[in-house]
């Protein structure tokens, strides 16, 4: 990809300390190199920020006024957002051109090496970045994995929300030794049609597909396996009871006695059911898989900085501002959701104890154990092409 040429004022507002691993030299932003975002500044309001205006394409939740008025207040500032319903779709409209629009982008950890090779994102600066992640729990402690470069070992992005992201239950119809013993594949059998819901997000659940099939998500699959996925998709599609894109219908239906679990499900999407009331409602992860022996899938949110050639000035304060503990507990709870966040030891005292069992925060560190956190499904196009024609023949 071409890199634009930058208008030194607006991307950097200070230059820290940069090293880059032994023996790794390529960058994809080549000339640019040296240049970051980062510096004392972002923690500060300057008089060029003042009145500014800050383009945010993110998953749901840092949307809510709860969360952006006060920084927008702090900087007199005008915040507009997009939400993401697909890390692959959003990633496309910034290839179409729509990187000219955002400033940052918060999508699953994956995707911040994939938009890093191919120019769309900014890497930030160490010496700035690197105190946060020193805050983190230790699964995201310096240096954090996928929040670094695969090409030059630079940092790409800020850590925040997190959680499993298996399936969820009604333990009062599915025990969780089952759910755990059993997996995902308890929806396959026939006494589960009509059962279960399907969360119709085909990026996440086809992990779920995949991996209902043996096969691990994150690897180019065998003919035979595809076939094997398909035939999956197709049967789990056609006898689920509710095929829905919010988790909150899934919910009701799980609430109601509709349906005894949906996949694919988590903490966070149940999170609300449990905090209202109902604990017999739970995010649950197989014991093992074909993903490195694990069953589960775990998101990782990552906000990283666009490479607009326009970038608001606001871009690095916002990635402080995310992670002030104020900011953070404000995330935690948006939404009408309750989500794990990478700060969690400055906030548990803050959080109620009806909160911190909605999240299931006593198990949280045993149950991340059994999920692998997400990567780039190789066969994405395929697998979606076949979930579409199956949802089509739902009708």
């Known amino acids: 990809m071409k890199i634009k040429k930058l208008n030194r004022r607006k991307v950097v507002k200070g230059i820290g300390g940069f090293t880059v691993i032994a023996g790794i030299s390529s960058s994809p932003l080549g000339s640019l190199a040296a240049d970051v975002i980062g510096g004392n500044e972002i923690t500060s309001v300057e008089s060029n920020e003042k009145g500014s205006e800050l383009n945010f394409l993110c998953w749901e939740g840092y949307d809510y006024p709860e969360n952006s008025d006060p920084f927008a207040k702090q900087y007199n500032a005008k915040m507009r957002f997009q939400l993401v319903n697909s890390d692959p779709d959003a990633v496309n409209k910034l290839r179409g051109g729509q990187d000219k629009v955002f400033d940052l982008v918060n999508l699953n950890n994956p995707w911040a090496n ?19 992640y020193d805050r983190m729990i230790d699964r995201f402690k310096w240096p954090y994995k996928w929040a670094h470069s695969n090409m030059d070992g630079r940092l790409l992005g800020m850590v925040q929300r ?20 059993e997996g995902y594949k308890i929806a396959l059998e026939s006494n589960m ?6 969360l119709g997000w085909p990026n996440e659940t086809g992990y779920v597909l995949s991996i209902m099939a043996d096969a691990n998500p994150y690897v180019k699959k065998t003919p035979e396996q595809l076939e094997k996925i398909d035939e999956i998709t197709r049967y789990v599609l056609k006898n689920a009871k509710v095929v829905d894109e919010n988790p909150g219908a899934l919910n009701n239906a799980l609430v109601n006695g509709e349906i005894d679990m949906y996949m694919a499900g988590g903490t966070y999407t149940v999170s609300s059911l449990r905090a209202d009331g109902h604990p017999e409602c739970l995010s649950v992860s ?25 970038l608001s000035p606001l871009a690095g304060d ?21 989500n794990p966040v990478c700060t969690m030891p400055e906030l548990e005292n803050q959080l109620s104890a009806n909160e911190l069992m909605a999240i299931q925060y006593d198990e949280l560190d045993e149950h991340m154990s059994l999920c692998a956190e997400f990567e780039e499904n190789p066969d994405y196009e395929h697998m979606s092409a076949v979930w579409a024609e199956a949802l089509r023949g739902r009708g």
């Open 286 to 310: 197989p014991d093992s898989g074909p993903i490195v022996g694990r069953g589960g899938i775990a998101y990782v949110e990552i906000t990283s900085v666009i490479n607009n050639p326009n």
């Open 162 to 181: 997190f959680g499993p992201m298996s399936f969820v239950i009604n333990t009062n119809k599915i025990s969780k030794a089952t759910a755990r013993s």
């Open 193 to 198: 049609k009509g059962r279960y819901g399907i």
């Open 318 to 338: 916002y990635l402080h501002y995310m992670q002030t503990p104020e900011a953070a507990l404000r995330i935690a709870r948006s939404g009408g959701t309750l």
């Open 114 to 132: 994939v938009m890093y090779n191919e120019g769309l994102i900014l890497p930030l600066d160490e010496a700035t970045f690197r105190p946060y």
